[in-house]
C-alpha cells in the first residue's frame, strides 16, 4: 500500500499562520501581554475596535506600534489632547486660492489603523467625532459620506478614568469598542526581561532594528474573516451567550445590562477565538474566554455596588459561573 499524501495547506491554514505570526513578531518590542495581544488579532478578525486601559509606562501604545510594524497596512496616530478638534481628526473643507474652490483634506482617520492615543484626554465633543468612523465605517463632512479604506481598525489607549486630567468615555462611545483590554503591569520576570532587554540597546521608538518585520496584508486578513464566517455555532451556543447577556440586565449590582449588540459582538469574538485555535466551531469555553474583554465595558455598575468594591469583572465572572453551560 503506498505512503498516504500529505494535506495540502488550505488557504485558512496559511492565514491562520500568518496571524499567529503576528505574536511572534509583537513579542520582538513587548514582553508578557499576550491576553491583550490576542484580543488585537481577534479585532481584526471581527472588523472591532479595541479600547486599551492601563496605567501610564506598561507599554499599550507600543503595543498598537508593533502590531502596526507586523503589518502590511497604512497606519496613522492621533495623539489626543485637551485641545483637539473633531476636525482634527476626520479632516475639513479647506478653501483653494488658485481655484477658489473649498477642497476636501482627509484626517487621519483615513488609514487602516489609527491609534487614538490617550483618547481620554479629549473632551466628549472630539471623542465622538470618531462614533460615525467607528460604526458606519464613513465620515461625513458638509453632508458629504466619505468611506474609510478598508479594513478600518481603531485601537485606542487610554489611561484609568481615575487619572487626573482624564474624561470618561460616554456609554455610546464605549459601545463602539468591541474589546476593552486591560494591560496590567508586568510580572516580576517580565519587567527583568524588559530591563535586560534595554540593557541590551533595545529602542522602542526603533521597532525595524528590533527586527519586528511585516507578516500578514490584506490578503491575508481577507482570508481569515472568510474562514471565521464559515465557523459554526449551535443553536445551544447561541442560546447560551443570549442567557449571558440576559443576566447582565437582571443583575442587582448593575443599573446597565449587555444589549443585543453586545451579544451579537460576544458570538463574533467567540467564533474568532475558536478559529484562531484550530476548530471549525464554537465550544462554551470559547464564549467563556472572551466574556470579560467582550462585555466589562458594555455594563454600568450601581453607585453602591462600586462602594462595596464591586467590578464589572467580578460581575460577570459570577454570571458565568451561575449560567447553566450547555451539554
Known sequence: MSAP???TPTNSDSARASLEALRTEI????????PAVTGLVVALLCRGHV?????????????VRALAAALELDTKRVQFTPDLMPSDVTGSLVYDARTAEFSFQPGPVFTNLLLADEINRTPPKTQSSLLEAMEERQVTVDGTPRPLPDPFLVAATQNPVEY?????????????????????????????????RHADGFNPRDLRAAGVRPVAGPAELEAARAAVAKTSVSPEIAGYVVDICRATRESPSLTLGVSPRGATALLSTARAWAWLTGRDYVTPDDVKALALPTLRHRIQLRPEAEMEGVTADSVISSILAHVPVPR
Do not use: C
Request: glycine share 8%.
Open 164 to 196: 487626573e486630567g482624564t474624561y470618561p468615555l460616554p456609554e455610546a462611545q464605549l459601545d463602539r469598542f468591541l474589546l476593552k483590554l486591560t494591560v496590567p503591569l508586568p510580572s516580576r520576570e517580565d519587567e527583568i526581561s524588559v530591563l535586560t
Open 5 to 7: 499524501t500529505p494535506a
Open 27 to 34: 513579542a520582538k518590542a513587548v514582553v508578557g501581554q499576550d
Open 51 to 63: 479600547l486599551l486601559e492601563g496605567v501610564p509606562g506598561v507599554a499599550k501604545t507600543l503595543l
